[in-house]
């Protein structure tokens, strides 16, 4: 099996070898899907993974604007198409100056098996630009949005690729991409998801990511006996995915003691409560501020410049930021701090040696994949609503998100479960992903 799985990963890489976080995230599902495909004589011969890794197709473009002082920029613009067997393509855009095709290749890769756990008919894709929005004035967002916009609506479309949000994308760029598209078709349309609330957007969209982690965190608990009721957890980032993971976990009964953002993470002793949950809000997403400025605010936090929370003892944590953001240290000192339970709000925030400790502690471990898909998750059910042209209730979209995450946490468990009763979230996502994937593939023959 070592050498199936080698001779593969070689071949992967004779093509993307300068690309280390794509060939990261195949490196872990060909871990666990070739010995399940070894298994099973359907997907023997077509090789199907093959297929799965090589985007259906990627389009770069140049996005040229014009900054406050009429200087000219040119960023690179970029839509990763991956893989449509069940559906359009669906994920999100990034903007944030490390953007490049390693890194949306990782993130498209990862999206199908994510959007295939979700139960709804997306495919997978992403994109986005090495364009940074912070320090940018709304003019020059909107500019950029605008530019980025005059390409991208070529190659998307309701029923052929949906984007949304991600890494420095928000309510405010969705507002202005899907305000171009509309202009450039003269169509309202269900093109983007996250849209705001009275021009198609879902209720629930902008909590989900953060929500649905924290129902999955809790039904890994709860298999195990346990719950979020009284205990620690740390979250990592202070974005869209940390704020809501923070405010969900609260409301679940827990006591959150971590905040982060590049620069460094913030410990308040006390926790962060609701009160001090809606000043990070305002203050990331109105001032658009920096996490540091919390601890001068509250006396009983400190703030750790150019550190991770990793080291603060607790029961869960959360990471929400970024990829590679926890590494085998990092991991190490979570299971040695009596951690039991990681959930990944972010995608691929664990580094494989962080993975591997893990599952050495055998503590429960969620890959992003299965435990962020709820926004994702979500984004198919505004698509849903915008086809109906009809509005759910708040309670009605977070009933279907919460059915959407148990259902993921229990094709995990099918999937992953290890002789010994420990089970493996990282297997059990990859093959319940693969299989819906694989099977619309092998109906539709080799395109
Ligand atoms: P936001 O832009 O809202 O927030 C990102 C947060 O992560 C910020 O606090 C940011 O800090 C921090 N961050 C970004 N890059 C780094 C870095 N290199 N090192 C340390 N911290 C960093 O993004 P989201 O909250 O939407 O996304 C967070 C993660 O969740 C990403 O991995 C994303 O792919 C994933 N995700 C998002 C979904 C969504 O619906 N939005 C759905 C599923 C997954 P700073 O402000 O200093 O840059
Ligand atoms: O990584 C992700 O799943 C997202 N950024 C959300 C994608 C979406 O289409 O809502």
């Not at 983007?192 to 953060?210: C, D, F, H, M, V």
Request: net charge negative; with cysteine; proline share 3%.
């Amino acid at each position: 099996m070592e050498a199936k799985i080698k001779a593969f990963m070689d071949e992967v890489k004779t093509r993307n070898g300068h690309e280390p976080e794509f060939i990261q995230a195949v490196q872990e599902v060909a871990e666990t899907v070739i010995p399940y495909i070894a298994k099973h004589k359907i997907y023997n011969g077509k090789n199907i993974l093959l297929r799965m890794v090589e985007p259906e197709r990627l389009v770069s473009f140049r996005v040229a604007w014009v900054d406050d002082d009429g200087e000219i920029h040119v960023n690179r613009g970029y839509r990763i198409q991956m893989n449509s067997a069940i559906g359009p393509y669906k994920g999100g855009l990034r903007f944030h100056p490390t953007v490049n095709a390693s890194i949306l290749k990782f993130l498209a890769f990862e999206q199908v098996f994510k959007n295939s756990l979700t139960t709804l008919p997306m495919g997978g894709g992403k994109g986005g630009s090495d364009f940074d929005p912070k320090g940018k004035s709304d003019d020059e967002v909107m500019r950029f949005c605008h530019a980025f916009m005059l390409e991208l609506n070529r190659h998307i479309g309701p029923n052929t690729d949906v984007p949304a949000g991600d890494i420095g994308v928000g309510a405010r760029e969705i507002g202005f991409l899907f305000g171009m598209y509309k202009k450039i078709r003269n169509e309202f349309t269900g093109v983007l998801t996250g849209k705001g609330r009275s021009w198609g957007g879902s209720l629930i969209r902008p909590e989900a990511t953060g929500y649905g982690t924290v129902y999955f965190a809790q039904s890994m608990m709860q298999t195990n006996g346990m719950d979020l009721k009284g205990k620690d957890v740390v979250i990592s980032g202070s974005g869209n995915v940390a704020q809501y993971a923070a405010e969900k976990a609260l409301h679940l009964g827990a006591k959150i003691l971590t905040l982060s953002d590049s620069q460094g993470y913030i410990h308040d002793t006390d926790g962060i409560d609701e009160e001090k949950l809606a000043y990070v809000m305002d203050l990331k997403n109105n001032k658009r501020g920096r996490i540091s400025e919390y601890a001068d605010k509250y006396s009983a936090a400190t703030f750790y410049k150019g550190e991770t929370p990793w080291t603060v003892k607790c029961d869960i944590a959360l990471p929400c930021a970024t990829q590679n953001e926890l590494d085998g240290e990092d991991a190490k000192a979570l299971v040695k701090n009596g951690c039991v339970c990681v959930a990944e709000g972010a995608n691929m925030p664990s580094t494989p040696e962080a993975i591997h400790e893990f599952h050495e502690g055998k503590i429960l471990f969620a890959p992003g994949k299965a435990s962020n898909a709820g926004g994702v998750a979500t984004s198919g059910l505004e698509m849903s609503q915008n086809s109906l042209r009809i509005s759910w209730s708040r309670e009605e979209v977070d009933q279907r998100l919460k059915d959407i995450m148990e259902d993921i946490h229990d094709s995990c468990v099918k999937y992953g479960k290890d002789d010994d009763g420990y089970c493996n979230y990282v297997k059990g996502a990859n093959i319940a992903g693969f299989v819906k994937v694989a099977d619309a593939m092998l109906a539709q023959g080799v395109i």
